[in-house]
């Protein structure tokens, strides 16, 4: 049995990638400073950006066979 792996390009990331997309996408948090790593991951253990960010859901997914573990952005705007 063959186990797939399937990404969506800007939708399947990292969390440094993740965060990487939160800099690019937000500039910056409503403090002014940038998006750091505990963000991100606090963000994904509540499941969504803050709604001031815009309708985000997260979703981690795990590939534990590859022993990696991604995030899923799910623009809920899009349903």
């Known amino acids: 049995m063959e186990n797939k792996i399937e990404l969506t390009e800007g939708k399947d990331m990292t969390l440094d ?3 990487d997309w939160l800099n690019e996408k937000f ?3 409503e403090s002014g400073k940038e ?3 505990q963000d991100a991951y606090g963000y994904v253990k509540r499941g969504c950006v803050p709604l001031s ?3 985000f859901k997260l979703k981690q997914v795990d590939y534990p066979k590859v022993g990696i573990k991604l995030i899923r952005i799910i ?3 899009e349903n």
Request: glycine share 14%; hydrophobic share 40%; proline share 0%.
């Open 17 to 19: 990638k993740f965060v």
């Open 27 to 29: 500039g910056s948090k």
């Open 35 to 37: 998006f750091t790593a």
């Open 53 to 55: 960010y815009g309708l």
């Open 75 to 77: 623009e809920l705007s």
